[in-house]
């Protein structure tokens, strides 16, 4: 993978983790509707308490708000081009996969494609919101985020050494190494 395409991937997720850790450490996932789907009002509902959260937890000023706002919106804007703005489509995708006797490969790569392209054209907005948000942060607030970062475990529920397991109650903080 060309290396631009991996820190673009790199930083939309870790911008991602950042707005969904947050969200995740007001109390899981069943504060995300019913079966892991929202409806627009619940998805507006979240992103105002991340914001007062986030806006309070980093002692936000009006403008650096703003910015966190923005990159808020992005982020939305890539998760609805990711699913292609169906509740649920994701899954039904991922059935269809695995729907008759074989798993359908054409179709596996066919999704693999359209959820690439969408990153990969959404992925400059997201990334320049995330920098104006960080950017706009005191070094004390860029800090907060860092430490928030490792120790939430980084991104995708990972813990900070990048395994699985160290947080969020699936395991010891101070497993030993595998």
């Known amino acids: 993978m060309k290396t631009w395409i991996k820190r673009t991937l790199i930083a939309t997720v870790s911008a991602g983790a950042l707005i969904a850790g947050v969200a995740y450490s007001q109390g899981g996932p ?3 509707g019913r079966h892991g789907q929202m409806s627009e009002a619940d998805m507006a509902q ?7 959260r986030i806006s309070k937890e980093l002692a936000l000023d009006a403008t650096q708000k703003q910015y966190l706002v923005a990159l808020g919106t992005q982020l939305e804007a890539q998760r609805k081009a990711m699913s292609g703005g169906q509740p649920g489509a994701m899954r039904e995708q991922m059935q269809a996969l695995i729907a008759g006797n074989q798993f359908d490969v054409a179709k596996a790569q066919t999704l693999v494609n359209e959820k690439t392209e969408a ?6 907005q997201v990334i320049s919101a995330a920098a104006t948000f960080f950017n ?10 860092r430490e928030f970062m490792n120790r939430r475990g980084g991104m995708m529920g990972h813990g900070p050494e990048g395994r699985p397991g160290e947080h969020r109650g699936h395991g010891p903080k101070d497993a030993p190494a595998r």
Do not use: C, G, N, Y
Not at 46 to 52: A, F, G, I, L, S
Not at 136 to 145: C, F, H
């Open 136 to 145: 706009s942060l005191k070094p004390e607030q860029q800090q907060k985020v």
């Open 30 to 32: 069943h504060h995300f």
């Open 119 to 124: 990153i990969r054209l959404q992925s400059p």
């Open 46 to 52: 979240m992103r105002e308490r991340m914001t007062d």
